[in-house]
């Protein structure tokens, strides 16, 4: 056995233990999540930096999962050299899992802050810009939160258009049409789900009777509009390229 110093406090090691191994048998907290007492210690996580070095002499960061003890050592697991490597390997860290509920209840313990959880939205605002101003539902709004803001259901109403979800550049909103249902989801919250009306030529489901009906109150007096019929874009686009060769033919 021999003797080293962890936070001031002489505390008895077995020659070629490791500092952490040590500090766990003592009940001295050291973060760590990349140490397994079945496996080689491997310094990947970096989380157990300690302080090494006579309070006066000077101090370096050490991995305690491989240093090894030896007389008359000194180690400190809280400092300002400390808490500053903590914070670079946690960032680190979230940086490669920055959902990961064990790294951030980890930082919590050891008081070091980390960034937000990520939830797949970057503030863009597209959707709640496009749904307001270009299509005017003011379904979709940014709604404060302890930590800033996210978006969120509007005052509005979703008519299912789905341009927001055309816009969203990471895909946190979705539009998904099952069952002749369209679902119109930010992240995992459920914005609205409204049937699809069929198209009048081919008969797929293809837009929701309120988009339609938006559609024929902002189109007015346009000539497709009075015609009051119904179809899907691939139907739109086949009838339009057909009647274009006709007239060409008829020009002839
Ligand atoms: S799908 Fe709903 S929320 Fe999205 S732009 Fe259209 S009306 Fe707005």
Redesign the pocket.
Known sequence: MIEITINGRTVAAKDGDTVLKTAREHGIPIPHLCFHPALKPSGACRLCGVETGPDSGKKMVMLSCILKVKPGLEIRTESDLVAAHRQKAFDRLLSMAPNSVRIRELAEQFNVPVVPKSDGCIRCRL?VR??ND??G????AMVKTETGSQVGP?D??????????NLCPTQF?T?QDQDNVRT?CIGDQV??RLPLERCEACGSRYATAQ?LAHVDDNTGDHVHARQGHRFCPACTKMMSSRARTENEHLRK
């Open positions: 959707c496009v749904c270009i299509i539902a003011g379904a979709i509007g509005g109403t979703c008519i299912g258009c789905g341009t927001c979800a909103i539009v119109v914005l609205s988009f």
